[in-house]
């Protein structure tokens, strides 16, 4: 256990659904990132949050929304995606700004659109 | 744009084997370089981290180095085990703070 929690760990959804991916670090950390993994392709970092701020939006097209309430907790609001969104998306912590500190992820949700 | 290589794809050894792993990026303007292992249906570990300024970093029985100036840096793991299986990750950081990740190396260890 890394000490970063993501709920669902799986989900199926229509091009039609919303739904959202929690994730929730219990290590005191101030920045978190949201990750998606597609199938033979590099890891991509979609967003960065540093003491609840969003500093980075990796050009993420608008059927995904952050949402950062507290520096414990991040959420991915997903709406209209489309099939090719499918993929892991894993969320990840560390202590300080951006990269400088080690990262913990936590277990993914994989995300599968019909 | 900063491209992360990552040789081989997979690979298989006999337990008790040491081993290295390849990374490689195209700008050697880095911030820092991350190895991380992927387990099934789990999320990445961070293994080791080396900063710009440094050549190695040891944990255990893994070792990885940097060669900023050639764009390289190799993970070892001394006497593999079967519970090493996995997939390794490298990453690099820019000085723009953004994060560029290989696609990996697949490494299944023999019992």
């Known amino acids: 256990e890394t000490g970063v929690t993501q709920t669902p760990r799986h989900l199926v959804m229509g091009m039609t659904n919303k739904k959202s991916l929690k994730c929730e670090q219990h290590l005191g950390h101030n920045a978190m990132y949201w990750y998606k993994q597609s199938a033979k392709k590099p890891l991509e970092l979609m967003f960065v949050y540093n003491f609840k701020e969003q500093t980075e939006n990796n050009s993420v097209p608008s059927r995904f929304s952050p949402e950062c309430p507290n520096s414990s907790h991040l959420f991915l609001h997903l709406h209209t995606l489309q099939p090719e969104d499918s993929a892991l998306y894993l969320c990840?912590?560390?202590?300080?700004?951006?990269?400088?500190?080690?990262?913990?992820f936590g277990p993914g949700t994989r995300l599968l659109v019909l | 744009k900063q491209e992360v290589t990552q040789i081989p794809a997979a690979l298989s050894v006999p337990e008790g084997e040491n081993l290295v792993l390849n990374c490689s990026f195209t700008d050697s303007a880095i911030y820092n370089l991350q190895w991380f292992r992927q387990d099934p249906g789990k999320g990445l570990t961070s293994l080791l981290l080396i900063q710009s300024s440094q050549r190695e970093q040891t944990s255990g029985r893994l070792n990885a180095s940097l060669d900023k100036s050639s764009g390289r840096s190799t993970l070892y793991i001394a006497a593999s085990q079967p519970g090493d299986s996995a997939t390794y990750l490298c990453?690099?950081?820019?000085?723009?703070?953004?994060?560029?990740f290989g696609t990996g190396t697949r490494l299944t260890v023999i019992p």
């Open positions: 990453a690099v950081e820019d000085g723009a703070n953004n994060l560029f």
């Open positions: 990840a912590s560390s202590q300080g700004k951006v990269y400088q500190e080690t990262q913990y």
